[in-house]
């Protein structure tokens, strides 16, 4: 499965945004999604997850109450709205599918290219 991140950009602190991983090929009904990110100098981290049929959903602790992950299987898409950003928040934001429900990026088996969110103070 190939995958694209969208939607990143500038957003002044306390706004929101979100974003879009598109997915091809087949099943993609069948694959966990995961959300990560990197900021620069720091380790990947985890973000969020979301079971194959939505119905699950698991966040890091720092963006619970704030980040919602969803997906659309009848678009292949996966999304992460984003609320109430901070700067911390400033990262490379990346997509990955096929993983377990967990915040372990070597659980992946797929990666897409990344979307940068830059959060003003």
């Known amino acids: 499965v190939q995958l694209q991140a969208s939607g990143g950009g500038l957003v002044q602190a306390g706004g929101s945004l979100r974003l879009s991983c598109a997915a091809s090929?087949?099943?993609?009904?069948?694959?966990?999604m995961g959300w990560f990110r990197q900021a620069p100098g720091k380790e990947r981290e985890f973000v969020a997850a979301?079971?194959?049929?939505?119905?699950?959903?698991y966040y890091a602790d720092s963006v619970k109450g704030r980040f919602t992950i969803s997906r659309d299987n009848a678009k292949n898409t996966v999304y992460l709205q984003m609320n109430s950003l901070k700067p911390e928040d400033t990262a490379v934001y990346y997509c990955?599918?096929?993983?377990?429900?967990?915040?372990?990026?070597?659980?992946?088996?797929?990666w897409g290219q990344g979307t940068q969110v830059t959060v003003s103070s």
């Open positions: 990955a599918a096929d993983g377990a429900l967990s915040d372990n990026a070597l659980k992946y088996d797929y």
């Open positions: 979301i079971s194959t049929s939505g119905r699950s959903t």
């Open positions: 090929g087949r099943a993609f009904e069948r694959y966990v």
